[in-house]
C-alpha cells in the first residue's frame, strides 16, 4: 500500500511561482517505478500534466507545461516535485500526484488508467 499527500498549492497570480510537492509512504519505489501529475479543472476530464521516472530521472511533460513546469524527485526523501513557473489562468485546477509502481516503457505516462495509487489533491488557482 502506497500513501500520496501533495501540499504547496494555493492562490498565485499569473506569472507567479508555486512548488507542489508529493510524499509517499508505505513502501519503498522500485526502479520500474513512475511518478506522475495530473491535474482537473472544473467540468473537465482529469489530465496528465508531467511524470518522472523514479530510478531513471527520465521526465515527460504535456505540450501546455513545457518551459514552464519542471518535475524532479529527491528519493532519500521519497517525494516528487512540479515546480510551476510563469503559471497561467489555465492553470488552475486540483492537481493529482500519481504513483504507477511498475512502468514498462511500452505506453505514454499520460495514461491514467496505469496509475496504480493517487493522492487526494491540491487545489492550485492562478488569477489574472
Known amino acids: 500500500q502506497v500513501q500520496l499527500v501533495e501540499s504547496g498549492g494555493g492562490l498565485v497570480q499569473a506569472g507567479g511561482s508555486l512548488r507542489l510537492s508529493c510524499v509517499a509512504s508505505?513502501?519503498?519505489?522500485?526502479?520500474?517505478?513512475?511518478m506522475g501529475w495530473f491535474r482537473q479543472a472544473p467540468g473537465k476530464e482529469r489530465e496528465f500534466v508531467a511524470a518522472?521516472?523514479?530510478?531513471?530521472?527520465?521526465?515527460f511533460y504535456t505540450d501546455s507545461v513545457k518551459g514552464r513546469f519542471t518535475i524532479s524527485r529527491d528519493m532519500a526523501e521519497n517525494t516528487v516535485y512540479l515546480q510551476m513557473n510563469s503559471v497561467k489562468p489555465e492553470d488552475t485546477a486540483v492537481y493529482y500526484c500519481?504513483?504507477?509502481?511498475?512502468?514498462?516503457?511500452?505506453?505514454?505516462?499520460?495514461?491514467?488508467?496505469?496509475?496504480?495509487?493517487w493522492g487526494q489533491g491540491t487545489q492550485v488557482t492562478v488569477s489574472s
Open positions: 518522472i521516472r523514479w530510478s531513471f530521472g527520465t521526465t
Open positions: 508505505g513502501r519503498t519505489f522500485s526502479r520500474y517505478a513512475l
Open positions: 500519481a504513483a504507477d509502481l511498475d512502468y514498462s516503457g511500452t505506453y505514454h505516462p499520460e495514461r491514467r488508467d496505469k496509475y496504480d495509487y
